[in-house]
C-alpha cells in the first residue's frame, strides 16, 4: 500500500522560505516520477514541480521557476520542495504524488499520478 505524507506547511510572511518534505513507503523513488501540486480554493489543481526517476532532472512551473527546488534522498524515500522568496500568490495546500515510470504524458498532468498525499497548508502574509 502506497502511502505519501507531507509535512512542513505553516504560515510565513511574504519573502520568506519553508521546506515540504514528502515521506513516501510503499513504493520506490527510483521508478517514479515524484511531483508537486497546489490547490486553492476555487481554484483547479495546479502542477509546481517534478522530478524524474532518471537522473534526477528537475522541471518546474514558469510560476516558481527561480524560487523553488525540488529534490529528492532515494535512501529516505523522501521528497522535498524548497521554497524561497514566496509571495502570497503561493498560498494553496501543497500536495506530492507518485507517477510511475510506466506513465505516459506529461509530468505537469495530474492524469499520469496514481498516488496523491493529504497535503500541508502553506500561508504566506503580505
Known amino acids: 500500500q502506497v502511502q505519501l505524507v507531507e509535512s512542513g506547511g505553516g504560515l510565513v510572511q511574504a519573502g520568506g522560505s519553508l521546506r515540504l518534505s514528502c515521506a513516501v513507503s510503499?513504493?520506490?523513488?527510483?521508478?517514479?516520477?515524484m511531483g508537486w501540486f497546489r490547490q486553492s480554493p476555487g481554484k483547479e489543481r495546479e502542477w509546481v514541480a517534478a522530478i524524474g526517476w532518471i537522473a534526477s532532472t528537475p522541471y518546474y512551473a514558469e510560476s516558481v521557476r527561480g524560487r523553488f527546488t525540488i529534490s529528492k534522498d532515494n535512501a529516505k524515500n523522501t521528497v522535498y520542495l524548497q521554497m524561497n522568496s514566496l509571495k502570497p500568490e503561493d498560498t494553496a495546500i501543497y500536495l506530492c504524488?507518485?507517477?510511475?515510470?510506466?506513465?505516459?504524458?506529461?509530468?505537469?498532468?495530474?492524469?499520469?499520478?496514481?498516488?496523491w498525499g493529504q497535503g500541508t497548508q502553506v500561508t504566506v502574509s503580505s
Open positions: 504524488a507518485a507517477r510511475p515510470a510506466s506513465s505516459s504524458g506529461t509530468v505537469s498532468s495530474t492524469r499520469g499520478y496514481d498516488a
Open positions: 510503499g513504493r520506490t523513488l527510483s521508478r517514479n516520477t
